[in-house]
């Protein structure tokens, strides 16, 4: 029996959700068979991006500062925001329609009967868009966890794991030595294996030793020193002084800087990137949802942040910004996150909360998330039947002396930039 194959983009997106049982299916098999028969082994040089947070700042930041140089990137990141093509971009860009169709063709071509996820469909379609435009480095963010993560059938130059904490539990277990062995399956024999965690698991470590990976460690092998306008990064014998902070806000970025640039001094010798390039990139870099600054009044701030490791990040940073009358939170959370240990990193820093549910599959009424706040002793809460009521109900209670942070999830910020972009 054979069916008409989509031919625009959103139609593939649906067809690729109903194509396998589950959306996620741990195992590279099913994978490994595809590459195989597609050919995908791509030549230039590969960058594998794992970590619980920070992995897809790291991936801007590195791609920009590499398109700065005068190469042509390709970076592969997830989830979106706001269209599919974000995931997949050529020098920052999302492709246009066309050239992620082509990919999901040939993947289709040969799979065969090869059942394969949402995201494993949609690896293959990237990595063959990035071979087809002839990129001359692919950088691949890691979906999940790192060993059994699509992309990790793809050989890397150099594999990145920035931060392991608690995260995807289900899947990945509940504690960081069990989700740090995950993370460190990205790294390989022989090759460059950064690792950013200032506190690294041991089973991390111990992986890395048994299968002779040439592991850098932040804080022993690279890291970074802190001047009021500047910084410097240092790696061995390598220093790279008089630094702008990055475009990218939130202190725990210079840590995703200094792992870029460890990432760069790794590939030196293939894609050397000089200081000009390293300046521009770190002042140009763009990554929407991560601790983002509105422009205006009320003061206003997107953050993905979704589970206690990235909240206490975005907490902290709160800490640090100036004054204001009313704090007001735009929240929403999916149902398989820890919102009990959010809520309580978060609670302190916000005055009123404005809840709207997710119509999604492990969504949230707003009803439902108003009844867990309560019952966490979280006090003036309003509920919405959407995250877009939500944010229009706090920007109307707000003043411009007053401050709204909108995070919980992609989904949640999605939610509000969406919001935004219908009534601008």
């Not at 791509?42 to 791609?63: E, F, R």
Request: net charge negative; with cysteine.
């Amino acid at each position: 029996m054979t069916h008409t194959l989509p031919t625009t983009l959103p139609d593939w997106l649906t067809r690729l959700e109903s194509l396998h049982p589950s959306a996620i299916d741990m195992g590279l098999e099913r994978v490994r068979r595809v590459r195989d028969v597609m050919g995908l082994h791509p030549s230039c040089p590969v960058v594998l991006v794992a970590g619980t947070n920070g992995k897809g700042s790291v991936c801007a930041m590195l791609s920009t500062m590499l398109h700065r140089a005068g190469f042509k990137v390709g970076t592969y990141t997830s989830p979106h925001l706001l269209r599919y093509n974000e995931r997949v971009a050529i020098d920052m860009q999302p492709v246009d329609d066309e050239l992620i169709v082509q990919g999901f063709e040939a993947v289709e071509a040969a799979r065969g009967d090869t059942s394969l996820t949402y995201f494993e469909f949609g690896t293959l379609g990237a990595v063959k868009t990035f071979v087809d435009q002839q990129v001359d480095v692919m950088v691949l963010e890691v979906g999940l966890g790192g060993r059994l993560d699509a992309v990790n059938v793809f050989e890397p130059d150099v594999s990145v794991v920035v931060s392991v904490d608690l995260d995807h539990q289900a899947i990945l277990g509940d504690n960081r030595e069990d989700i740090g062995f995950e993370k460190a399956g990205v790294f390989r024999a022989g090759k460059p294996a950064i690792c950013a965690d200032a506190n690294p698991p041991q089973r991390l470590l111990d992986h890395a030793a048994a299968i002779g990976a040439d592991l850098k460690l932040y804080g022993r092998d690279f890291g970074f020193s802190k001047l009021e306008n500047q910084w410097s990064f240092r790696m061995g014998d390598v220093y790279r002084h008089a630094l702008p902070f990055p475009a990218l806000r939130g202190s725990y970025q210079l840590v995703n800087a200094s792992t870029a640039l460890a990432v760069l001094e790794c590939l030196k010798e293939k894609l050397p990137v000089g200081i000009g390039a390293v300046k521009r990139g770190l002042l140009e870099v763009d990554w929407p949802g991560r601790f983002q600054v509105l422009p205006g009044r009320p003061l206003t701030i997107l953050d993905v942040g979704h589970n206690p490791h990235a909240v206490q990040a975005m907490v902290a940073n709160l800490k640090k910004l100036a004054f204001a009358e009313n704090r007001y939170a735009v929240f929403s959370m999916l149902s398989d996150k820890d919102l009990d240990t959010v809520v309580a990193l978060a609670r302190d820093e916000f005055d009123g909360w404005f809840v709207g549910g997710l119509d999604m599959p492990r969504g949230q009424s707003g009803a439902q998330l108003a009844e867990r706040l309560a019952a966490l002793g979280v006090r003036n809460v309003k509920t919405y039947d959407t995250v877009a009521e939500a944010w229009g109900a706090a920007l109307s209670a707000a003043g411009e002396n007053d401050r709204i942070v909108a995070f919980g999830s992609f989904h949640t910020v999605a939610a509000v930039l969406e919001a935004r972009h219908h009534t601008s």
